[in-house]
Structure formats: structure tokens, C-alpha cells
């Protein structure tokens, strides 16, 4: 006979707010852990492209002489999220930016602090309604970008790609796009996801644009609710391959507690696809500060 459950009781194992509310609050005592000091990448040769994991959607992307951070957050804290990594690459020791990459407006992905430490004519590439931050943030040059609107910086060329997510950053701006970037004109092209769910688009990006590189996020997505808007490591897989790209470089992982699966599920999940379906050296999984050269 099936066993009533008492009323007002959940059944373990379920996901509640409350139980979110609890691991996050329990990350803020822990400490930050701190990352192998490594020489800052130099400038790769001219048939070559690197990226560096610095944490969380950030990255160091070095192609055509040029270098591009993507979606940078340095700051400690998101509100009441303690960061769990220090930073792959010290602020101070990155090298000169040629332009920088937001994808969209949230916190986590657009951080006005670390925005405000560029300096002040460092090309800003965003997508449409949300270059009002980096300009708060006194940055001078802001280009923003619609879907499949293209722009060129130096030897490079950065296109607005759609992806699955949201954009607004409280809760009366809706109106805020949300992309993903396709940076070509190096020797490698390289397509960085930002945050994104799984879409059937990607098959289409995938048929009308060759790409070398994948930079995919991979956490997030416990309870299930949040893979509407965030990628599991197995969905990150699925975009790879519809990307039809060569290399996944996994991010969005290990540096904020935003979700409910422990902290290296992803990473260890990732592994564990990346062996069974035989991919090898084909998914690039780098701990903070690590880099790969493609």
C-alpha cells in the first residue's frame, strides 16, 4: 500500500527555494580558493588562438594579434554571491584589451565595478538596449549589436548571434537584448555562448557560419526549472555538435554558486560525456587560469 505523505512535509531529495537559499548562504563561508599563479598568456603567434579561463563566463581570447575579454566580472561578490575562485588572471596582470564582450545585462555577465577598472576607450561590444551600463560605467566606446548585425574591430570581425536566455537585470527591463558572439579573423574562429539554454537555432548557426571554437556554458541548470534558460553539460554537448565545431571550451561553471548541483558537477559531467563519446582532446577543459592554444 502506496505511504500517504503527511501534509505541510516535502519528500527529500525535492528542490526547494529554501534549500537554494541554504546552500548559497552556506558558500559565503567558505574561502576563496586561491589559483596556481601562471605567467599571463603573451601574444600568440599569427596561426594561433588561445583562451583563458579566468571565471565564470570570463575569458581571455587571443586571435589575430588581438586580445578580447569576454563578459568580465572581477568583483567579489554579485550581491549576496560570494565568489568561490579568485580570479584566473589578475586584473592587473591582463594584458591590452582590444575590445570586450558582453552578453547580456545580467550581474553575473555585466559587473559595473569591474567595468569601471578599463579604461575609458576600450571598445565595449553588447547587444541592443544594454550599452547604457558600460557607458555608467565611463566607458566611452560602445557599440551595440542586433542578431546577425556584424561589426569590425581592428583584423576582427564580431557578429551578434541569437541564443536562449534573458536579458533584463531587475524587473522592469525587459526591453534588454541578449546575444552570443562570433569572433572571426583570426586563425581559428571562435563563437562565445555567453549564457544560453539549448535552441534548435544553433543547427542553423552551425550550417551558415564555420567555427573553430566553441565556449559553452555548462552550470546552472539545477532544478530542472533552470535549464529553460541554462545549459546542462550534456546540452552543451548537443550545441557543440550542432555548432559543427572542432574544440568546447566549457565556462559558467565552478565560481558562483547560482544553482543547486555541487560546485564540480559540471566539470565532472563534462568528463564523463567528453570520455564516453570518445571526443578527446576535442573538449578543452580548463581550471581557473588555465589556457589552451587552438
Known sequence: MRRRRQPGKRPKGIITRGRV??????????????????????????????????GHATTLIQTAGMN???????????????RLVEPGIPFDHLPKLDVVLVSHAHMDHCDIPTLRRLPKHTP???PRDVGDLPRKAGLKEVIE????????????????????????RYFTDTFRGYTAFLIEGGSKSVFFGGDT??????KDIGRHHKIDVAVLPIGAYKPDTFR??????????????????KWLVPIHWGTFVLSYEPI??????????RDHEELGDRVAILRHGETQVF
Open 21 to 54: 537559499a541554504r546552500k548559497i548562504a552556506l558558500t559565503m563561508l567558505l574561502p576563496i580558493k586561491r589559483v596556481v599563479r601562471r605567467e599571463p598568456p603573451g601574444i600568440v603567434g599569427e596561426d594561433q588562438t588561445a583562451v583563458t579561463y579566468i
Open 68 to 82: 578580447v575579454l569576454t563578459d568580465p566580472i572581477y568583483s567579489r561578490r554579485i550581491l549576496l554571491l560570494r
Open 124 to 126: 565595449v561590444i553588447c
Open 145 to 168: 549589436l542586433g542578431h546577425h548585425e556584424h561589426v569590425n574591430i581592428g583584423g576582427l570581425r564580431v557578429t551578434s548571434l541569437p541564443v536562449r536566455h534573458f536579458g533584463h
Open 197 to 202: 539554454a539549448y535552441d534548435p537555432r544553433f
Open 228 to 245: 529553460a534558460v541554462h545549459c546542462n553539460p550534456q546540452d552543451a554537448v548537443k550545441v557543440f555538435h550542432d555548432l559543427k565545431a
Open 264 to 273: 564540480d558537477e559540471p566539470i565532472e559531467w563534462l568528463a564523463a560525456i
